[in-house]
């Protein structure tokens, strides 16, 4: 055991001094938080102050066409000629004019000038107001009560309750996406700490350094030092990654978020009074969060998701999965004598993979589906197919079965690896081939 | 001296071919041994059973007679031919770890590396990595690796490959002082001249089995080819004569009318009957037995063992 810890922890510090690891793992949260800022950002109007001046030749706007926080109107009956020349001087950010024909509709109706372009937000939000503004006018020339068009128009959502075994429902999250990125994140992290094993394995055998290492250690125990320093060097990188994650998250959804929850908690109220009182609300409260919806979507699917759940499943599929893989990567790392030989061994093995990463885009789409079952449970590619489904609520009995037979797998696979490793770290000069691989699970 | 080591009927098949036939040999203690055989003998397979990296098919190895289990690791010391060190590391951290595998805890290993340093003056390496070194000093590094743990066995495979004649000379000074101090050295070499210089006793080994071991003394004696040289002054025809069917010349130089000659015996015929023969015609300036080198005999009994291929077994002793 003293000479198995004493591997590891080689193993660990070697890495830990390598700078491209460090940078690694602080970029990749880095990366990450900047991704889903960039995603929230994408979700929310920009918002830039606007001071304009309209020119409204219709006569139908006054007083109805509003601004909000940040947009500020100024209506003038200036001629349009020479406000175009003076608008910016004013101090007026862009100039917007109505002609007086609006109400036959037609192109070039309305005009906006700018020095500098408003933005596709500011466009929209006048666009609506004139629209329903141009609606509600026409309405009511035909002597139609604008009330009753809006009372007929019924908006539905689909509520997902998936029944489960005891016979009650739950409303499901359904959260597609989520459970694809984790298991994209588990297809990674398998991959890189696999490779980091097959690379460790090859260096030694290169460097010619095994053979003194396995006069004072049996080879097996190498093996399993290696792994096993691996794994402990990746899940101190993943509560690393997972510990500035949460803190630039946090710092991220307090600048971005701040209002969001609460926002999301009076929209809330509004739509169950909505379901309550049907439509006798007022519907103007819920307009105000029209722009908001995206957010909101995003927001109550991760409320729903049981991180605790998530997270645990993560790290019992990654030790799985990685020690699954990893002992077949050493298996092979000890085959070879060179990088250029590699690839034939490795691709095979990245073959599974790759499968479990596809069906884990399938689960998106079709999370019950025979496929995304049976790929949750043949070890090969179980721990992302199961990553990706996790989130749409997986029977208990599933998971215990698809766990047990992951570890069964992996103390096989262990097994198996041991036999070709021992031989092969010693072996020089020849092209092994997977019949050659074979022979040396037999030898002595 | 008791053995050491003693490798009883051990054999070692791979696929295709047989790397040890049957092959036993004791090597005593506190003494220098030789492994010998031409390229593709079996020696390496033979050393990496001892050092238990792999392990025989059938037959037993005993150290110090008991069985040859894992926890005799840690008194061992084994130097690979193809010498290998972490090339990212740092000298002190890798020898450091090397040697708390060999069983030492860290502060002793720290104790005994600072004592090599300072022995072969390398104090300055300790933080540099092994591939600023050169691969001379990379050796010193091996060497060390090897030793640190004090074994009472030590093998080397091919140790004077790679190095300059000083740091050839260097190491053999190290390993005749670590026989004295009692520790037993195991080494396979080509290099015969060496094996004269170093070994108190050799095993050969080809194509998969031992054909010759014992004492050097007593094989370079055993393989005495009753040959003499002689050189005198005097009638060169009348000591053809004198020796008359006694021997077979098989060399003479003349130079200043001193005649030198090389000479084999006829059986039965030995060193002082031939002098008493030419004693009264002749004045005998030097008179010396040609005992064979360790060279010369490994390429006898290796020429004999490939010509008699499929009847090797006449051959052992």
Redesign the interface.
């Known amino acids: 055991m003293r000479?198995i810890r004493?591997?590891i922890g080689?193993e660990i510090k070697?890495k830990l001094k390598n700078k491209t690891f460090i940078i690694m793992t602080i970029l990749a949260p880095l990366l990450i938080t900047g991704f889903l800022a960039f995603m929230i950002k994408m979700t929310q109007s920009e918002k830039t102050e606007q001071n304009v001046l309209v020119i409204d030749d219709s006569q139908l706007f006054k007083d109805k066409l509003v601004g909000n926080d940040y947009i500020s109107l100024s209506f003038t009956n200036q001629k349009l000629e020479k406000a175009v020349g003076e608008f910016t001087e004013k101090g007026y950010s862009c100039l917007l004019w109505i002609s007086p024909t609006i109400v036959e509709g037609g192109a070039g109706a309305i005009k906006l000038f700018y020095k500098k372009s408003p933005g596709f937000a500011f466009q929209t939000y006048v666009k609506d107001q004139m629209e329903r503004i141009i609606y509600e006018s026409k309405l009511k020339a035909n002597n139609i009560d604008p009330n009753i068009i809006s009372n007929s128009k019924q908006s539905i959502k689909i509520i997902l309750e998936k029944v489960n075994d005891k016979g009650s429902t739950q409303e499901q999250a359904s959260f597609g996406l989520f459970g694809f990125l984790t298991g994209a994140l588990m297809f990674m992290f398998i991959l890189m700490y696999g490779m980091m094993v097959f690379r460790s394995v090859m260096?030694?055998k290169t460097?010619?350094?095994?053979?003194?290492?396995?006069?004072?250690?049996?080879?097996f125990e190498l093996m399993l030092g290696k792994i096993i320093g691996v794994a402990i060097l990746g899940t101190i990188q993943f509560l690393i990654m997972g510990l500035i994650t949460f803190i630039l998250t946090t710092a991220l959804s307090a600048i971005f978020l701040k209002d969001a929850s609460s926002q999301l908690k009076v929209f809330e109220t509004q739509q169950e009074l909505v379901k309550k009182n049907g439509t006798n609300v007022n519907f103007n409260e819920l307009e105000k969060f029209d722009d908001k919806l995206e957010l909101f979507d995003l927001l109550k699917k991760l409320q729903k998701i049981d991180f605790m759940e998530v997270f645990i499943c993560f790290i019992l599929y990654f030790i799985g999965g990685y020690l699954f893989y990893s002992s077949i990567m050493a298996a092979i790392g000890s085959a070879v004598d060179s990088e250029s030989d590699s690839q034939q061994f490795i691709t095979p093995v990245m073959i599974p993979l790759m499968i479990g990463y596809f069906i884990a885009t399938k689960t998106i789409m079709d999370p019950d589906s025979s496929t995304v079952f049976w790929g949750s449970i043949i070890p090969f590619t179980s721990p992302i197919v199961m990553m990706s489904r996790i989130t749409n609520g997986v029977p208990l009995w599933e998971l215990v079965l698809s766990l047990s037979i992951l570890f069964v797998s992996f103390i096989f696979t262990t097994w198996m690896a041991g036999k070709i490793y021992?031989t092969g770290i010693?072996m020089?000069g020849k092209k092994t081939s997977w019949r050659e691989i074979g022979?040396w699970l037999f030898?002595? | 001296m008791p053995d050491i080591l003693q490798i009883k009927n051990v054999s070692k098949k791979y696929s295709n071919h047989v790397a040890l036939n049957d092959v036993s040999l004791n090597v005593a203690e506190k003494a220098v041994f030789g492994l010998l055989g031409p390229n593709g003998a079996g020696k390496t397979s033979l050393i990496r059973i001892i050092n238990q990296i792999t392990g025989p098919d059938s037959g037993e190895i005993f150290f110090k007679g008991e069985k040859l289990t894992q926890k005799h690791v840690e008194r061992i010391g084994y130097l690979p031919e193809e010498r290998g060190l972490y090339k990212k590391m740092s000298v002190g951290d890798q020898v450091l770890y090397l040697a708390q595998l060999k069983g030492l805890s860290k502060a002793e290993a720290k104790k005994r590396l600072t004592f090599w340093f300072e022995k072969f003056e390398m104090q300055s390496w300790w933080k540099k990595k092994i591939e600023e070194l050169s691969k001379g000093m990379q050796q010193k590094v091996q060497f060390i690796v090897t030793v640190i743990h004090e074994p009472e066995l030590l093998i080397l495979d091919e140790p004077f490959s790679g190095f300059d004649p000083i740091n050839a000379q260097l190491i053999k000074n190290e390993i005749l002082e670590l026989r004295k101090k009692g520790a037993t050295v195991i080494f396979s070499t080509h290099n015969m001249g060496s094996v004269e210089e170093l070994c108190d006793n050799i095993a050969l080994i080809n194509k998969s089995e031992k054909i010759l071991d014992g004492s050097v003394k007593e094989i370079r004696k055993a393989n005495r080819t009753n040959t003499y040289k002689i050189t005198f002054k005097g009638n060169l025809l009348g000591f053809t004569n004198a020796l008359w069917t006694g021997g077979e010349i098989l060399e003479k130089h003349t130079e200043d009318e001193i005649h030198s000659v090389t000479l084999k015996l006829s059986n039965g015929v030995t060193g002082s009957q031939l002098l008493q023969a030419v004693l009264p015609i002749c004045e005998i300036h030097s008179f010396n037995e040609l005992i064979p080198s360790m060279n010369d005999i490994f390429i006898m009994k290796v020429n004999q063992g490939n010509e008699a291929v499929g009847t090797q077994s006449n051959y052992t002793e």
Do not use: G, T
């Open positions: 000479k004493l591997i080689r070697s260096e030694e460097n010619r350094i095994v053979e003194v290492i396995v006069s004072s250690v049996k080879p021992r010693l020089y022979k030898y002595k």
